[in-house]
């Protein structure tokens, strides 16, 4: 199926499948779920979970991406995961630019646009995060992964760590840049209160990286955020990347990217849900 036969408008790749955000205004305003207020992000240490009875040694990183939609597999000494929807594979950990230590993959998922009453799927995607985090959460050992998906506080206690955490993103089609780009400022925008400068220089750089760029299937798009308020863009269509692309920061940006992918609608439910998973299988 052709990317030309659908306008912008029609593929909006980064929208959830059943929600709609309003179009953009010069001053537009939508609440994010778990980014509300100041207060919010007070109530979020960089480590208000941490339980000293319990050593995040006792929590390892091993079978990550625990759900039905995945598989595990080696190639030679390295470890992957397929993601069964769209068959593409994420090594389990992962050595990327600007980060301190090797990621590890926490789950999998795909985005799948309906058109008619036909599904098509358009990318696959894969959340990574510095073990590291695992002692920001120990408040949450035990509980069940349907539990953990709906705990807005612990994705936001994820997001707000001043630890690395990187999505990958598999294109699945080809994809003009500016379609991808399209799509993904409609799905941050709404998300932003009242753009100050500073985010609509950030949404300029961000932009910058797609415009006149095709996207090929295959092509790999990380968002790396290093900490709540910046966050690199690596693009590669050959393998993963060795440089960045751009810095992106904007604390209003950033969160609200994050947002896009593990808020209360994400785009992707397959990709919470497995994170979910992975998480429940961590801290039972």
């Known amino acids: ?35 509300k207020t100041p207060s919010d992000f007070s109530s979020l240490s ?21 759900s039905s939609s995945s598989s595990s597999f080696s190639v030679g000494s390295a470890e992957y995961t397929e993601e069964t929807a769209t068959k593409e594979k994420f090594q389990t950990s992962l050595s990327l630019p600007g980060c301190s230590t090797s990621l590890s993959l926490l789950g999998t998922g795909y985005r ?13 995607a894969g959340l990574y995060v510095n073990p590291s985090i695992l002692s920001t959460l120990s ?11 709906d705990n807005s506080a612990l994705f936001s206690s994820i997001f707000q760590a001043p630890l690395e955490k990187s999505l990958q993103i598999v294109l699945v089609r080809d994809v003009d840049g500016k379609t991808f780009w399209d799509a993904l400022d409609d799905a941050i925008s709404p998300r932003i209160k009242t753009a100050t400068p500073v985010d609509e220089s950030a949404l ?12 090929k299937k295959g092509s790999l798009i990380f968002l790396t955020w290093l900490d709540p308020s910046k966050m690199l863009v690596c693009v590669s269509s050959d393998g993963i990347p060795s440089s960045v692309d751009a810095t992106i920061e904007s604390a209003n940006v950033t969160s609200a990217l994050f947002d896009v992918f593990f808020g209360d609608t994400p785009v992707s439910p397959s990709l919470k849900t497995s994170a979910a998973n992975g998480l429940a299988t961590i801290l039972k």
């Not at 010069?26 to 779920?33: A, E, G, Q, T």
């Open 1 to 35: 199926m052709a990317m030309a036969k659908y306008s912008t408008q029609t593929w909006n790749i980064f929208h959830p499948i059943t929600h709609h955000f309003p179009r953009k205004s010069p001053n537009h305003s939508v609440s994010l779920p778990f980014y």
């Open 46 to 66: 960089t480590s208000p979970h941490l339980n000293n009875n319990l050593a995040p040694a006792h929590l390892s990183f091993k079978a990550f991406a625990s």
């Open 112 to 124: 799948e646009k309906v058109f008619a009453i036909i599904g098509v799927k358009v990318y696959a």
């Open 139 to 149: 408040t949450w050992k035990g509980q069940l992964a349907s539990e953990i998906q």
């Open 204 to 215: 300029s750089t961000f932009q910058s990286i797609f415009q006149g760029r095709p996207l």
